[in-house]
């Protein structure tokens, strides 16, 4: 019997988080040295990982309507590995607009994989009767600790980034084919919406308000990925295996805090957790803003990783909730329209390391952190009070 068969569902959901973060986190640990491979400064470089979120926005508003009938384990299956692989192709680009188009697969595979582990979670809490989502989410930022990890150590070894993305690529292929060789998808919730899903998922008015109470979270957390090491070499001159620990360091201390969410959410309910979320976030963005030492700058990375942890867990759990249209469309309508903070973040931020210093990227997003603090009343459950 293939071990995904024996895994219980909340298992076989972990287990796709897991690899799907390890598929996506070899990268950026080395993206310093991708920059200065290409010679980009950081707003030529924000410019170029744009290509990523393009494509993730693009799969995110087309794809809702065939991936149940693709079926969620061959997504699974093939877009995991899919994503490990775009990234390491994408790491021989030889220039800027080089480097975009070759993340554009990549963001397309993301997309895909992105409404289907949502959609698995929500189906399988919905089974079980109690809060997984942000459990879940928990393993994605295992995953990328790992890769963190890996990533900073193959770095200080001084091994090329293109051969340890095909190390990543082969793990990850084997590691799935093990693992969910064998998956089954959870049933739809009873309480589904059963219509055609449309081509545009567009937002309404909840889910605009869910935008509003994840932006901050969204954009700092991929400003810690994307910018982590590369402040602590430019700010601190960091070796290269501290500046690729930063990656792993916001990782794990937001893997650390999702263990514990759910218990958090079910005592405290999911508002009063999100606001108290979005303090740590703002501290956490003060000090990397405003650190005098190494030190204080992780401890700020920690704090943005454990500020970001489960408001993005917390608003996909009341995406998928609503029942006036398909569970899969407002998963999509949420996760694309708050991608737009992944699309227009690298430049924004690059652009703003560039004018400005590297520091004021973390800076810039604290008035989006204070709109997250009041926009968390949309977080509320709206039904299922014994989840909540």
């Known amino acids: ?34 920059q200065q491979a290409l010679g980009l400064n950081e707003s030529a470089l924000g410019l170029a990982l744009i290509g990523t979120a393009t494509g993730t926005l693009l799969s995110l508003t087309l ?34 607009p080089a480097l975009f188009l070759l993340l554009l697969p990549a963001g397309l595979c993301i997309g895909a994989v992105e409404i289907v582990i949502n959609l698995e979670a929500d189906r399988v809490e919905h089974q079980v009767g109690r809060r997984i989502m942000s459990r879940a989410h928990a393993f994605w930022s295992l995953g990328f600790f790992g890769a963190g990890l890996l990533g900073a150590g193959v770095a200080q070894l001084g091994i090329p980034v293109h051969w340890h993305l095909a190390g990543i690529v082969v793990l990850v292929a084997a590691a799935a084919r093990l693992l969910l060789a064998g998956f089954v998808s959870a049933a739809h919730r009873p309480d589904s919406h059963g219509g055609e899903s449309p081509h545009w998922a567009r937002p309404n008015r909840s889910t605009a308000m869910l935008v509003a109470a994840t932006l901050g979270a969204m954009l700092l957390e991929g400003a810690g990925i994307e910018w982590s090491a590369i402040y602590m070499r430019d700010v601190f001159g960091a070796a290269p ?6 990656v792993a360091t916001g990782a794990g201390a937001q ?14 309910g999911p ?25 204080l700058a992780l401890t700020g990375f920690a704090l943005l990783g454990v500020g970001s942890s489960a408001i993005f867990p917390l608003a996909m759990s009341a995406a998928a909730q609503v029942t006036d249209r398909p569970a899969a ?60």
Request: net charge positive; charged share 10%.
């Open 63 to 96: 794809a809702s309507r065939w991936l149940d009938r693709l079926g969620h384990r061959r997504v699974l299956m093939l877009g995991i590995p899919l994503v490990a692989a775009a990234f390491a192709l994408a790491s021989s680009a030889g220039s800027g």
């Open 1 to 34: 019997m293939p071990p995904a068969q024996r895994l219980n569902p909340q298992q076989r959901v972990y287990s796709a988080f897991f690899l799907y973060a390890m598929a996506m986190g070899g990268l950026f640990p080395r993206l310093g040295e991708l």
């Open 329 to 388: 469309v407002s998963v999509a309508a949420l996760a694309q329209t708050s991608f737009l903070a992944f699309l227009l973040g690298p430049p924004l931020l690059g652009w703003v390391a560039t004018s400005f210093g590297i520091r004021w990227s973390f800076g810039v997003a604290l008035p989006l952190v204070l709109l997250g603090w009041w926009a968390a009343q949309a977080l509320a459950p709206r039904a299922a009070p014994s989840l909540a």
């Open 255 to 268: 893997a650390l805090a999702r263990w514990f969410a759910d218990g958090l959410v079910q005592r405290h």
């Open 241 to 246: 295996f501290t500046a690729g620990a930063a």
């Open 271 to 295: 508002v009063r957790v999100a606001r108290t979320l979005h303090l740590l976030l703002a501290g956490g963005a003060a000090l990397v803003l405003l650190a005098p030492h190494p030190a």
